[in-house]
């Protein structure tokens, strides 16, 4: 016997919530070809169907006291609309891996991502330990919330205002998390829009079309169907088999991920088990770029054997794919945007103040750094990894949609695979985050390692765009 009925809200709750998102982000699309002076602004529809979509929550709560839609519903819609778009992304065959520089290229997005993690945390920790001397009831650790809610994202945001809540004693440290990725999204939206109308005013070729609204995009038949591909009706339809392929793939990044989780646990170390665990199960789109490469040298291994005849994956579905699932996951992600900590009157003043200094130095460095180290498509490195480093992978990928519709420069590629080179650099920021808390000393002790480490960093990326103004 089951124990539900088919009339039951929650049979419907999943369907409804995905309904409600699409329609919010067509109604956005209609308002931006309607409305010159809206097209003109260049806004991404998932973008400002999110915020339609967070009105109407806000106004439904404050009218019926009840949610619309459950806030957990869309969280998870973000976390794996971000997973399964970088599946889809990492699973694309074409050949941006194989160009030349290409590893560099990744390694220096690397550089630029750990590097701006550094200016965020010297911005946000800087700023709530000079107002814990002005104002009493600021928290003075509470600015390493800053890196991780802007270049982390809402997951560890969540992780780490948690458990400052429930380890250090910082009150509604969740909530407070949770505000400052909210406020990431912001910023990223303000941001990227900014940029592009900048473009726009400078006659940019690349934002011409979206204003004038032209059709751009000229799509051919052998990119729907290549000769050696899977015909577009078989037994199976082709949407089918690429959908089949990157859901498959998403599951080997879950069973790595599981894998490695459980090691943790077993290992028995607090390390292990509190900061890296939640880390490993917050960047699913690195096991998910790590499932494309397996997934692609399996196809490629059976095919030089003759074993399987077909080419199975096609870029122009790949691509079609990683849209869906991103456009659901930006809609979803800013109607889900989560400003309680504003309740708190202690807490207006240093989020405020933390965040809008984050935000401009963020702009202001990532602007700098990606013309040095990307000269031949630094417009669209700069909208991929300040989309990334105010938000998520995914909100990098929708700006960056706006110029490069087809992903056709190496700056996808760059974000995606960057982020392994990120862990790994970035890492004494993340150890540092269990020790700043401790005590004012820690603060100041963690303030002069970042300052150190972004003169590192900084004087590796003056080095590193000396070889490429070499290499051009």
Avoid at 418 to 429: E, K, S
Wanted: charged share 15%; with cysteine.
């Amino acid at each position: 016997m089951t124990d539900y009925n088919l009339w039951d809200y929650s049979v419907w709750e999943f369907v409804m919530t995905l309904t409600i998102l699409l329609t919010g982000m067509l109604v956005a699309n209609a308002m931006i070809r309607l409305i010159k002076p809206l097209r003109n602004l260049l806004i991404p529809g998932s973008v400002l169907g999110g915020f339609l979509l967070l009105g109407v929550f806000s106004a439904y709560k404050a009218a019926t006291g009840s949610a619309l839609v459950h806030a957990t519903t869309l969280e998870l819609l973000t976390y794996h609309g971000l997973g399964l778009g970088c599946t889809a992304v990492a699973l694309k065959t074409d050949k941006k891996s194989e160009r030349k520089h290409a590893q560099r290229d990744i390694f220096n997005s690397s550089l630029v991502t750990t590097s701006t993690y550094i200016v965020q945390a010297l911005c946000g920790l800087g700023v709530t330990f000079a107002l814990s001397f002005v104002l009493l009831n600021v928290w003075p650790a509470s600015g390493m919330l800053v890196p991780m809610g802007f270049g982390q994202g809402p997951g560890q945001a969540y992780n780490w205002g948690h458990t400052y809540e429930m380890s250090w004693g910082f009150t509604n440290g969740t909530s407070y998390g949770l505000t400052v990725a909210s406020i990431g999204f912001i910023a990223c939206s303000i941001g990227g829009v900014l940029y592009l109308n900048m473009m726009r005013l400078r006659k940019n070729s690349k934002v011409t079309c979206r204003v004038e609204d032209e059709d751009c995009e000229e799509i051919t038949l052998e990119e729907v169907t290549g000769p050696r591909e899977v015909p577009m009706s078989d037994s199976l339809d082709k949407l089918t088999v690429e959908m089949a392929l990157v859901f498959i793939t998403y599951a080997i990044a879950y069973g790595i991920t599981m894998v490695l989780s459980n090691l943790c646990d077993r290992s028995g170390m607090e390390l292990l088990i509190s900061t890296v665990k939640p880390l490993l199960w917050g960047f699913n789109f690195i096991f998910a770029a790590l499932g494309g490469i397996i997934t692609k040298k399996f196809l490629a291994f059976f095919g030089k054997r003759n074993i399987i005849q077909k080419d199975y994956v096609n870029n122009m579905f790949m691509d079609r794919i990683s849209g869906l699932f991103y456009d659901i996951m930006i809609a979803a992600s800013i109607a889900a945007i989560n400003l309680s900590a504003f309740k708190e009157q202690s807490f207006i003043i240093p989020l405020l103040v933390s965040c809008t200094v984050a935000t401009i130095a963020t702009y202001i460095y990532v602007d700098h750094v990606t013309k040095l180290l990307f000269p031949d498509y630094s417009e669209e490195s700069f909208l991929s990894l300040y989309g990334m480093l105010t938000g998520v992978v995914g909100t990098g990928i929708i700006l960056l949609r706006q110029i490069d519709p087809k992903l056709e420069t190496p700056a996808s590629t760059n974000l995606i695979f960057q982020t392994l080179w990120a862990c790994l650099t970035g890492f004494p920021l993340l150890l540092l985050m269990g020790f700043v808390p401790r005590s004012i000393t820690w603060v100041m002790i963690a303030l002069g390692i970042f300052a150190v480490m972004f003169f590192v960093f900084y004087g590796w990326i003056r080095l590193a765009a000396k070889k490429v103004a070499r290499d051009r």
